[in-house]
């Protein structure tokens, strides 16, 4: 029999979770208060605890994994590690095809490996209450999850056209206890403030952070809770790497190149940046964030200081961004409708240390059933964009004949967006371009620092 | 660290099926044909390919896995055998509580087990095309997968209220390249007699059976394909309860009792069938098949000769039954809403070899929500009538503080269920009984055998 999934025992889960800043050539940029100058830990104990502020500032390579954590993650992981015999046969390349499985997580995606460790941490620093936003749902259903596994409270600000769109993600954050709510709501003073705008706003995930960040800062019971971007999220993600490199070992194999979908930038970073440390140390594997050309922020970007939500109530970050304003087409991967990227994975990004590449919706689709018929696992949008990516790498090594070693991140199961399927088999899916007057236009509206 | 998970590993996966028929005390009952004799081989010939008849009619205890089948079985096999830590916690009880997790199939049940097996030997047999029927969508699915994966063509006839009602599982089945069709269709002769009685009917599980019967003998290169009831079908169900022997084995424990949710028997058979082979060598493990209130054929049934479909077109078959024109309650457990039984599990159950135990809807729900909470995994509506069964009895564990160690099939998550979860959540919905007059004029409809 030819070998399908390598698996790894519980006792294998990484003791510690890998800090890339420990391996970058220069320093993290520094975020920036609302005067240009660096930000204060005190200034974000507003809305997050010592424990969570201490993580994301700093810059020891590893960092040790609380018992807790490494026994809430045995709920699901190790996650199985699987070679793309199928998908291989079908295409006909001499490429070997892997793909680490995230969908096995009981919210169906990586997002819970960071909200088992935030509401850990949170639950340690005597917190009982969180708030957080949701688009798509991934990370509203896993930090649901985590608060009941932990003693948490949870309020979610669902992105109010995906709380009409998606009602199940919304049945099952309720299923784990959670209370979800339309955003904008009638809540905070921003809710209030677009509402009388437009009281049937679609909502944003940029008015949903920003409902969220306003709460916890004006509750002294409460603090907030984000599913990327930050440091010490992409840092929790760094479990899926570890274990993939661990997994490929046993085997003999190590990749030529890796692959995963990047909106914020905790999909990518926790699948690549274990693959990093070895470039640090010598190798030559290369990393590949795929986003959608809808939202190419990282290919077409601005690499400038901006805002990480679009009210402009967050620290500023050196990102590569398409302003904070931007509003993303509607595309089916709302996990990566962001307007900007993790100021780690922008770093790494500009300094050519990774790479970047986007591609149109309709495509990913195509790439998605191709590897349903194949593989079995119906993936979510976000994945088919790796999955896009990989194909078309497949295929030139078929054209070139070289049996390159192709790694993915299958970052989650699509069982939750079938209407995203039944759109494409019905032709009704579209590719939008984001034009170039917009990319220069958003420059001039960037906020203004020396 | 607590061991969350017992795994295998891929050659781990049973290399034969276990069947039951060889350690029953009796022969099974032999299905009838119309005249009341015995039905023939040749009989079966114009909608099953031989290899399935033979299989069907062996008594051979066990029968070898082919290496493609087995080697189809890797893209989720072995399942894992999860011991639930935190649900016992939750529930204070000195009970041991073990599932087997059949959710990780792509298609998200134990169902795929027997998908792969039927379209391998119906490929083997040269056929290219199956019929089907689906109700909740568990068996399309896993059919329109397995089709995909043996190059063989897949129409299925899903009862028109559920291709209404669940159109993501119709998704899935296209996105695995099958073609879905609401039943009643105008294909069929007997479809087309239905829609002129009522051109809106619902359509039943009875009528589809039918209608996907009727084509496949009507047409040379198309033969049937059935996801329970049969022997086969929980011939090849048997590795669930083959792997989970293994994985208690590795961890030294043992069950007194197994649960399993059974409708048509497939679930409950593939459990419980290995364990029954030890009791017919000196063990007493208590077996326990769990059925809902609403559809109670082997706790109120009739043991009696009737027939599998509504319209009468199959053989009669000696099983617990509640009548073939029996009209299930809307219960959200679709896979449970079948008027009989399995003849395997009816005659076990008639021999007291088994026991039976019905549940009404509203409570199983309490029973998947709480473990939803605790374990993580939503579970389908059908697991959660095992889930309630066993919840039960670690409540009876914990009043007489016995520790005893109790295992059941965790068949499939929840993930297309989710409006039967928002229904409960609103308080919408509701138990049924089964009136005593009903079961007792059943009894006069059943077709009279000698």
């Known amino acids: 029999m030819q070998q399908t999934k390598i698996l790894l025992d519980e006792h294998e889960i990484p003791t510690h979770w890998y800090n ?64 793309a015999h199928r998908l291989e046969a079908a295409l006909g390349t001499p490429a070997k095809i892997f793909y680490k499985y995230e969908g096995v997580s009981p919210a169906g995606s990586h997002k819970l490996n960071s909200a088992v460790a935030q509401a850990y941490y949170n639950r340690e620093a005597g917190i009982r209450r969180l708030t957080t ?70 909502g944003s995930l940029g008015i949903a952070i920003s409902e969220a960040v306003e709460e916890a800062a004006s509750r002294a019971d409460t603090k907030y809770s984000l599913g990327s971007v930050l440091n010490h999220v992409l840092l929790h993600q760094t479990v ?75 620290p500023l970050t050196l990102q590569y961004t398409l302003g904070h304003d931007f509003m993303p087409p509607s595309i089916h ?8 990227a993790s100021a780690l ?15 149109p919706q309709v495509a990913t689709f195509d790439a998605g059933v191709q590897f349903a018929r194949a593989e079995g696992i119906i993936p979510a949008p976000e994945s088919c964009h790796a999955i896009r990516a990989v194909l078309d790498e497949a295929l030139r090594c078929k054209a070139s004949g070289e049996p390159k070693t ?6 989650g199961h699509g069982h939750f967006d079938m209407a995203a399927y039944d759109k494409y088999f019905a032709g009704k899916l579209e590719d939008y371009d984001y034009p170039q007057e917009a990319i220069e236009a958003a420059l001039e509206r960037l906020p203004k620092v020396k």
């Open 406 to 411: 192709l790694l993915f991140n299958l970052s």
């Open 133 to 202: 936003e949701t688009g798509a749902g991934q990370w509203g259903s896993s930090l649901a999850l985590a608060g009941q596994m932990f003693g948490i409270d949870i309020r979610i600000y669902m992105v109010n056209v995906s709380y009409q769109q998606k009602p199940f993600r919304r049945s099952m954050m309720q299923t784990w206890g959670a209370e979800v709510l339309a955003s904008p709501t009638h809540l905070t003073e921003f809710g209030r403030k677009i509402l009388a705008e437009d009281p049937n706003s679609p």
């Open 20 to 83: 890339v800043v420990a391996d970058m050539p220069n320093p993290p940029s520094a975020p920036l208060g609302p005067d240009g100058q660096p930000i204060s830990p005190a200034m974000m104990q507003a809305i997050f605890p010592d424990n969570i502020i201490e993580q994301e500032m700093s810059a020891q390579r590893w960092i040790e994994i609380p018992a807790e954590v490494r026994q809430a993650l045995t709920m699901w992981r190790p996650a199985p590690l699987f070679r």
């Open 240 to 314: 899926i790497g570890l274990e993939a490199k661990k997994q490929l070992e046993k085997i003999g194999e190590y990749p030529d190149m890796v692959f995963a979908p990047c909106g914020g930038g905790s999909n990518f970073g926790g699948l690549a940046f274990p693959f990093l440390a070895d470039n640090a140390a010598g190798k030559k594997v290369r990393l590949v964030a795929v986003e959608p050309t809808s939202c190419p922020s990282l290919t077409r970007g601005h690499y400038a200081y901006d805002f990480g939500d679009s009210a402009g109530m967050t």
């Open 333 to 340: 991967a709302g996990g990566l409708r962001y307007h900007g």
């Open 345 to 359: 994975v922008s770093q790494l990004y500009h300094e050519k240390l990774i790479e970047a590449v986007a591609v």
